[in-house]
T-cell receptor
Framework: AQKVTQAQTEISVVEKEDVTLDCVYE???????LFWYKQPPSGELVFLIR??????QNEISGRYSWNFQKSTSSFNFTITASQVVDSAVYFC????????????FGTGTLLAVQP | DAGITQSPRHKVTETGTPVTLRCHQT?????MYWYRQDPGHGLRLIHY???????DKGEVSDGYSVSRSKTEDFLLTLESATSSQTSVYFC?????????????FGPGTRLTVL
């Protein structure tokens, strides 16, 4: 069975600190996709990134970076020089990429960035 | 912007009453999904649709039914609402036929069952 674990329930940092959000997944599939979504206080879900299981290259987008390691089944998300606007709940999710593309979500990490 | 709207955005209802939530999309996406979000659980899949009149159950489908008579609309019905169905409901779309495997979400509906 597929499973996503986000062990960090809440993280609090001060602005300009770097912060890493952990995501560990379980799957028996050889082909799968990993995602990160952001849910700001306004409540909408914002897509951040998608990674497929064949692409282990790390990705950087501005202050955001993602580290995908198949050896440890992890897909961690780092925010560099955090800002108050980064305060949100962040969800990691897994899809088997099969016919239905169903997503399995982690329970989310609440990030609070203090000014 | 994936062109997804949900209605109503907020609803308060009483136990035992039927409730229908609507998801509307404007971009002809084939796949549509209903999730519920609860503290400590993240988002969990209720039902999904892979075309008009083609639907299937997700992880937490008990007490819910869905219908899709048109590509653009996916309805979620609680036949007899219970307090355990108090939640935030999100609709999502993806269009894998065009190579898009990412799901994009609507704004959500907050449902309170008293």
């Amino acid at each position: 069975a597929q499973k996503v674990t986000q062990a960090q329930t809440e993280i609090s940092v001060v602005e300009k600190e770097d912060v890493t959000l952990d995501c560990v997944y379980e799957t028996r599939d050889t082909t799968y996709y990993l995602f990160w979504y952001k849910q700001p206080p306004s409540g909408e879900l914002v897509f951040l990134i998608r990674r497929n299981s064949f692409d282990e290259q790390n990705e950087i987008s501005g202050r955001y970076s993602w580290n995908f390691q198949k050896s440890t089944s992890s897909f961690n998300f780092t925010i560099t020089a955090s800002q108050v606007v980064d305060s949100a709940v962040y969800f990691c999710a897994l899809s088997d990429g099969g016919a239905t593309n169903k997503l399995i979500f982690g329970t989310g990490t609440l990030l609070a960035v203090q000014p | 912007d994936a062109g997804i709207t949900q209605s109503p955005r907020h609803k308060v209802t009483e136990t035992g009453t039927p409730v229908t939530l609507r998801c509307h999309q404007t971009e002809n996406h084939r796949y549509m999904y209903w999730y519920r979000q609860d503290p400590g659980h993240g988002l969990r899949l209720i039902h999904y649709s892979y075309g008009v009149k083609d639907t299937d159950k997700g992880e937490v489908s008990d007490g819910y039914s869905v219908s899709r008579s048109k590509t653009e609309d996916f309805l979620l019905t609680l036949e007899s609402a219970t307090s355990s169905q108090t939640s935030v409901y999100f609709c999502a779309i993806s269009d894998r036929g065009r190579g898009f495997d990412t799901q994009y979400f609507g704004p959500g509906t907050r449902l309170t069952v008293l």
